[in-house]
């Protein structure tokens, strides 16, 4: 015990978590230093900092990549499916209530965005707008891994603590082959929609045009809930 009360493992824990969470030397998706520079940082063991590595691995703070190094999560703290998505039967009718629910906010969110995004933030989004194109150009089936860090960009880019939080998880939870069941059939309009839509969102963005995006957005997810009855045909 130390003189907190605690166990060295738990102070070292709280102290990288703040680090984490509230000094943001750290940020999401940033690969921590090894444990022997951790270790020389913090003042303890290396066993200790391989302690403390697991256990925040363990409740979704740390990500550990093997023969890679560790990153801080996406997510810091939000554990696999935190909705419990995958114990949902109708996957179809959950990718459209998916869309829905994600249209309320995210078209909301553009307003935020418009209103706090830097300019380099919206430069990344751009970015990973084009990463995502050449993934498609390439016949790509990782393009969706894209998709999904665009949309999470545009929510960091609210700085809106809950968005960031919330906005990452749901789309953290969708594995769109397991979830519609039948990607190859949707495939094509799901790209087109990305092509055109996210064009557009950008568009406006640039031009910090808040209600334009936001009716952008619902475009685009009234047009992705119309793709998912068309994969029906």
Same mark, same amino acid.
């Given at each position: 015990?130390?003189?907190?009360?605690?166990?060295?493992?738990? =102070?070292?824990?709280?102290?990288? %978590?703040?680090? *984490?969470?509230?000094?943001?030397?750290?940020?999401?998706?940033?690969? $921590?230093?090894? !444990?022997?520079?951790?270790?020389?940082?913090?003042?303890?063991?290396?066993?200790?900092?391989?302690?403390?590595?697991?256990?925040?691995?363990?409740?979704?703070? *740390?990500?550990?990549?093997?023969?890679?190094?560790?990153?801080?999560?996406?997510?810091?703290?939000?554990?696999?499916?935190?909705?419990?998505? #995958?114990?949902?039967?109708?996957?179809?009718? $959950?990718?459209?209530?998916?869309?829905?629910?994600?249209?309320? %906010?995210?078209?909301?969110? @553009?307003? $935020?965005?418009?209103?706090?995004?830097?300019? +380099? !933030?919206?430069?990344?989004?751009?970015?990973?707008?084009?990463?995502?194109?050449?993934?498609?150009?390439?016949?790509? +089936?990782?393009?969706?891994?894209?998709?999904?860090?665009?949309?999470?960009?545009?929510?960091?880019?609210?700085?809106?603590?809950?968005?960031?939080?919330?906005?990452?998880?749901?789309?953290?939870? *969708?594995?769109?082959?397991?979830?519609?069941?039948? %990607? #190859?059939? $949707?495939?094509?309009? *799901?790209? !087109?929609?990305?092509?055109?839509?996210?064009?557009?969102?950008?568009?406006?963005?640039?031009?910090?045009?808040?209600?334009?995006?936001?009716?952008? @957005?619902?475009?685009?997810?009234?047009?992705?809930?119309?793709?998912?009855?068309?994969?029906? =045909?």
């Amino acid at each position: 015990m130390t003189a907190s009360g605690k166990t060295l493992t738990e =102070d070292v824990m709280e102290l990288l %978590l703040d680090m *984490i969470v509230n000094q943001g030397v750290y940020k999401p998706g940033d690969k $921590l230093p090894n !444990e022997r520079q951790l270790a020389a940082q913090m003042g303890v063991s290396r066993t200790t900092i391989r302690e403390t590595i697991k256990a925040l691995s363990a409740s979704g703070v *740390i990500e550990i990549r093997r023969g890679v190094g560790n990153f801080v999560s996406d997510t810091p703290g939000i554990p696999h499916d935190p909705f419990g998505f #995958s114990l949902e039967f109708d996957k179809r009718r $959950l990718l459209a209530d998916w869309y829905n629910v994600r249209m309320i %906010l995210e078209s909301e969110a @553009m307003e $935020l965005v418009v209103k706090n995004a830097a300019d +380099e !933030e919206l430069d990344n989004c751009e970015r990973l707008y084009y990463e995502e194109m050449a993934a498609i150009e390439r016949g790509d +089936e990782d393009f969706m891994r894209f998709d999904t860090e665009f949309h999470s960009a545009l929510a960091k880019a609210t700085h809106n603590v809950v968005m960031v939080r919330i906005l990452p998880a749901l789309h953290g939870w *969708i594995d769109y082959g397991k979830a519609v069941g039948e %990607l #190859s059939r $949707l495939s094509d309009r *799901i790209k !087109e929609n990305a092509r055109e839509s996210h064009r557009a969102i950008l568009r406006f963005l640039k031009k910090r045009d808040g209600k334009g995006a936001a009716l952008a @957005m619902r475009y685009h997810m009234l047009r992705a809930i119309e793709d998912i009855g068309a994969g029906e =045909d």
